[in-house]
């Protein structure tokens, strides 16, 4: 059937696009992608402009499409045509502030960086020395030794700073305990130095590589503007980094084992509210929540990974201790192993009834499961009980991974309580959203036993079974809180 829209020529659809319009529709488009995959390629500016003339004409056209630059090197040869892409961006990008990601990947078990390579590397080094005062994003998972390069290069230039820098990101990248491009510079004697004066800076994310494991940082910053951290430390570190970044609202940290930790230290941190943590090591993990207070946390997210002989009940009383004191909480994601059940309901217990949000990752396939009928009856909405239900006000339940045998007619009331039966909230919060994503061939509820549940939350709930639990990111709450929350 002849529609009329369908014959009508491209040329005489895109000239009814503006110029302008179709910068931002590219802006767009290569905004979306980093979403989806930061690290992935995207439709920059060479790309989009190769479709046609007029593509090509607007893509030279518009400074801001080539303030995005985004090199990956995959092997020592390709320092020359990354230098050269960087340059036609930095020239094209005239005097916008520029978002700059150098990636390397490693294909071969170990790189050998001839003469020339180290050259064109020095060269690449130099070139982005040269632009540091228009960094406004920095990301990179070189080696440190090829920031040394840079930082040297930027010593050598009069008055350069990365002034309006806001986002440091450095997460070294390693295949097979292989790093590179390992310039073979002792990073390890000094601190590096070259982003101590980026009063901008707000957000900085760092790897392995610069390890806080007490008062003696391995990177100069102005800490007590930083806003959002990423790291991994010992349990001073992370006490020292509470001292030094007052303003600190976000905290992702990767605690590394003590060895002989101590505690005996009291410190409030009234900005802080969000914390995610990942722990393998008991002791640390009760020195710290024994010692920090978070009066204004509002998110709490907990990776446990502890060795097969820790003492998971020291972690188990010392965080049902510790949330009666958050008095703000609204949400809370455990990633669990070994738990009994009376351990678990305690924890639930301990939750202030102001939690919205609650994700519990269990990843032990046990015929005995955590979520009992009696939990799951505390949990449920009945006006003739004597003692209210938990967690009156949450919003979101999200359970995953393994061991998810409870009881399905049990588990349908309660869910019925919080929905169907309370649709005027006079029993409490209205539950809007349900995941249950629960791993194959493990002692699981079945997802036909969930069809009321399905059919009373309908797209709100998202069931399904998986291959794996989740290991780092969750499809309920993807991102800790922000400023906004």
Partial sequence: MDTGVSEQPKGMLESRVSDDVLVEIFLALSAVTRRADYWAPSPGPILLGSVCRRWRAVTRSSQLLWASIRININHPSRFASALDIFRLFTTHSGVCPLEVSITFRNEEEKHHMSSVDMEQCQLLASALAASVERWQHFRTNSHPSFLRRIEQAVAERPSSSTRILETLWIQPYSREGETWPDLGLNVHTTHLDMFAASPKLRYVSLGDGYSFEGDDLPIRLSWQQIERLDIAAS??????????????????????????????????????????????????????????????????????????????????????????????????????????????????????????????????????????????????????????????????????????????????????????????????????????????????????????VKAILGDRADIRMVAFAPMYQSSAFPDLFDNEH
């Avoid at 502890?306 to 965080?319: F, G, H, K, P, V």
């Avoid at 919205?356 to 009992?372: F, G, Q, S």
């Avoid at 009980?385 to 999200?398: E, G, I, K, M, V």
């Fill in 235 to 452: 349990f001073e570190g992370c006490i020292q980094v509470f001292r030094d970044c007052p303003k600190l609202t976000r905290f992702s940290v990767a605690m590394a084992q003590d060895c002989g930790v101590e505690g005996g230290v009291d410190i409030v941190h009234r900005s802080l509210r969000s914390l995610e943590m990942w722990v393998d090591d008991e002791p640390t993990f009760d020195c710290f929540f024994k010692s920090v207070k978070l009066p204004s946390l509002l998110d709490l997210s907990i990776h446990f990974d502890l060795a097969w002989n820790a003492d998971e009940s020291l972690t188990q009383e010392r965080i049902t201790a510790f949330l009666p004191t958050c008095s703000k909480l609204q949400r809370l994601a455990l990633r669990i192993y070994e738990v009994v059940p009376e351990d678990f309901h305690d924890i639930l217990r301990a939750v202030l009834p102001g939690l919205m949000e609650l994700e519990i990752c269990h990843e032990v396939d046990e015929a005995a499961t955590i979520y009992t009928n009696q939990l799951l009856e505390e949990l449920t909405f009945n006006h003739g009980r004597q003692t209210p239900a938990l967690l009156p006000n949450l919003h979101t339940l999200s359970l995953l991974g393994e061991g998810l045998n409870m009881d399905p007619a049990t588990f349908t009331t309660m869910i019925r309580s919080r929905t169907k039966e309370n649709v005027d909230g006079q029993h409490g919060a209205l539950l809007q959203s349900l995941y249950i994503h629960i791993v194959k061939d493990t002692e699981s509820i079945k997802l036909q036993d969930l069809g009321e």
